[in-house]
Every structure is written in structure tokens, then in C-alpha cells.
């Protein structure tokens, strides 16, 4: 893409990344957050801007909107897909995006936290990119490269078809979801709202890396009520619901089947919230595995183990709940591989080798591709997300929006 491009990218992610759009998964708004819908509004009004056709923003707090064919006759629609909200993981409030010209190797030192250094020892990536521009926050925060790198490739998309209408496709969609951090990403949008024969989220890592295998997911409450009493008073008769949380977290693997543990295809166990009081308190766990009998085993173990607990503690109540959120899109995808053919097709057409791998997590997509539409993964470049070492490359931002090119160009051809 010529240099215009790279420069409407970095002005369209540097605004972007300044608005706090952190999702809360304790929240049961629509969005989970009101601030996620700042930037909704503005994508809503520069869409309208650019002159893309349909645009919407819904009650749900999608932001829909079509580049409408420039080739007649029966011709697939594809929609793109990113999310705006940031990971509540890490502070999103404040950001201050520093592009860092022409990269030169060596650490990059964060100005607000000099304690925070990027190096190669950190982010191995980083030694592939003398030479580029790096853009990472200021040391406090978090960028939010994930997913507004994605939301900044796709307007740059829409704008560069917008205004090229000799470039041959079909109706094109584009779709802005809240949530997906939160793992509500697409729970309200349809199929019919949406409209397309094939999406792809632009939602990945690494230059290159297409991904049509995630984790399948699951969501583990666990409840315990204890026996409360004034401590002065509580020999033999309180149950302390925090010490139960204690044992149970004992109880689990503490070697084995956790985040920290686990790489390649193994699955895991992980425990992200813990809160309550000696009354009763409240375990949050994420079960993940590549497989649905890994997934049920840890279910299982889960399962296992509070049933352990309560037996020894028949004076406290134990429930747990596990909840379906998402499945490896694999399982749907096999039976129609095109979209990943095409999305490897236009890989190779922008010159870039095709890094074909499952990814250790979940996107819009996957969802997606459950409901019946298959929705396949593209990289934006994205490295180190949810924390303060996130960056991106803007040269790798302009590769994925030449892909995304490429790849409605394949679509009219089909």
C-alpha cells in the first residue's frame, strides 16, 4: 500500500487508542460499559463520512455498515470484523500512543514507567522489525492495539475501497462489535443483521498468521456459602466461606493445566476472580482446551473437587456452575475450507508466507462460525496485549489492510 495509507492507518489508530473502551465482565448492560460506545459513535459518523451505504449503529452497540459491489451479478458478500473494547485486565484510561520512527534495535524504554522496557527478551518479534515504526503507549497503561488495530485496518479498508470503486467486489460489511473481551462479543448480533456468506475478524498476531482453530471455552462459577458469626463468638460454629475459596484453589492443579504451565495444544484451568467474605464467597474460572473432551475433563475436575469440599464441610454450601461461551471454529470450518483458502491466497498475493496455526484463545469468530457463518481469524500485528508492553507495527497494520484488500478482489472471482 502506498504511503497515503500508512498514514491514514497511524492517524486512525492514534485516535482510536485514545478512547477508553474497557469492557467490564461483572456488568449486565449492553454494552457492558457506556464508554465503549464513544468510539462506536465516532466509527458510526466517519463511516457515514466516508459514504459507506447502511450504516448503523444498534441497540445492541454494533456498528454495521456496507461498501456496496462495484461488479454486478451473484456475487458473495464478506464482512470484516473487530471489537472495540480493551481488556479490563489492565488500565485502558489515559492512553498516550508513542510512535517510535524507524526502529533501530535495542530496548525501548517507556517514559511514564522507565520500569517498563521493551526488548527482544520480551518480545521476541521485535528483532524483525528494524527499520519500522513502533507504536507502544507510554508505560501506564495499556495500548489497545487489541483489537483497534483491527478497527483502524478495517476503515482504512472501507475508505480505500470507498474511494477506488475500480477495484472489483462484492457488497462488503462492515461490523464494530463491544464485548468481546468479555466473551459477549456477538451475543446479540444475527446473522441476518450481518448479512454475509463469509466473515473474517481481524483479531491475530503475527504478520501472516491465519487461524481457523481456537480454544473452546467455558465459564466455571463456583458459590460457597459459609456459616457467619461474630469471630468473638465462632468456635465451632463459623464456616469461613475465604478459607474454603483457599482450599479449593489447593486442591486444583497447581503444576499441571494452568495458563503458566500450558503451550501448544494443552488446555487449562484458570482461575481470574476471586472475591467475598467469610459469609460467602465467589470463584471465576476459564476452562479452555482445543478439544471438547479436554474441555469437559477440567470441567470435570472442577466439578470433582467441589464435590471434595462440600464432603468435608457439610455445614457449607458449594455450587458450581459451568456455562458454555465458545467453540474452535475447526469443527465447522473443516466442512467448508474456502474462506481459509482464500484468506491464505490473498496472504501469498501481498507477499507475505502464510503462518497457518491454532490460536491459544477465542474471537468474535468463533461464535460466529457456531451460529452457521464461517468466520476465520486475520493478523493486524498486534504483540503483548493486555498490558503495558503492548505494541504494534504500522508497517504490519498496512500488510493486513492489503490483505483484506486482496481478499474481496478473490471473493468476486468466486
Partial sequence: MHQGVLKEIEERFLRYVQIDTASAGDSSEIPSTAKQLDLSRLLEGELKALGAADVVLTDYGCVLATVPATVEGDVSTIAFLAHVDTAPDFSGTGVKP?????????????????????????????EK??????????????????????????????????????????DVRICFTPD?????????????????????????EDVGKAVYETFSADKGVVKITGVS????????????????????????????????TTEGREGFIHLH??????????????????ELDGLASHGELL?????????????????????????????????????????????????IEPAVKPIRGGTDGSRLTQMGLPTPNLFTGMQNVHGPLEWVSLQDMAKATQVCVNLVQLWAKQ
Fill in 273 to 290: 476472580r476471586l472475591s467475598g467474605t467469610p459469609a460467602e464467597a465467589e470463584l471465576h474460572f476459564i476452562l479452555r482446551d482445543f
Fill in 180 to 204: 468481546e473481551e468479555v466473551g459477549r462479543g456477538v451475543e446479540n448480533l444475527t446473522l441476518d443483521d450481518l448479512a454475509a456468506s463469509a466473515a473474517y475478524t481481524l483479531d491475530g
Fill in 229 to 260: 458469626i461474630h469471630p468473638g463468638m465462632a468456635k465451632g460454629k463459623m464456616v469461613n466461606a475465604l478459607l474454603l475459596a483457599a482450599k479449593l484453589v489447593a486442591m486444583l492443579p497447581q503444576n499441571a493445566r494452568t495458563p503458566d
Fill in 303 to 351: 466439578r470433582s473437587a467441589c464435590a471434595t469440599l462440600q464432603a468435608g464441610e457439610p455445614r457449607a454450601k458449594v455450587e458450581c456452575t459451568i456455562t458454555e461461551q465458545y467453540r474452535n471454529m475447526r469443527h465447522w470450518l473443516e466442512d467448508d475450507m474456502r474462506p481459509v483458502e482464500l484468506m491464505i491466497e490473498a496472504i501469498e498475493q501481498a507477499g
Fill in 129 to 170: 522489525k528494524l527499520g519500522e515504526d513502533i507504536i507502544t503507549a507510554s508505560g501506564t497503561t495499556l495500548l489497545g492495539a487489541d483489537d483497534k488495530a483491527g478497527v483502524a485496518i478495517i476503515m482504512t479498508v472501507a475508505a480505500h475501497l470507498l474511494s477506488h470503486p475500480e477495484i472489483p467486489h462484492g
Fill in 98 to 126: 508513542i510512535v517510535h520512527r524507524n526502529y533501530a534495535g535495542g530496548p525501548i524504554v517507556l517514559p511514564d514507567d522507565p520500569g517498563q522496557v521493551l526488548t527482544v527478551e520480551n518480545s521476541p518479534m521485535l
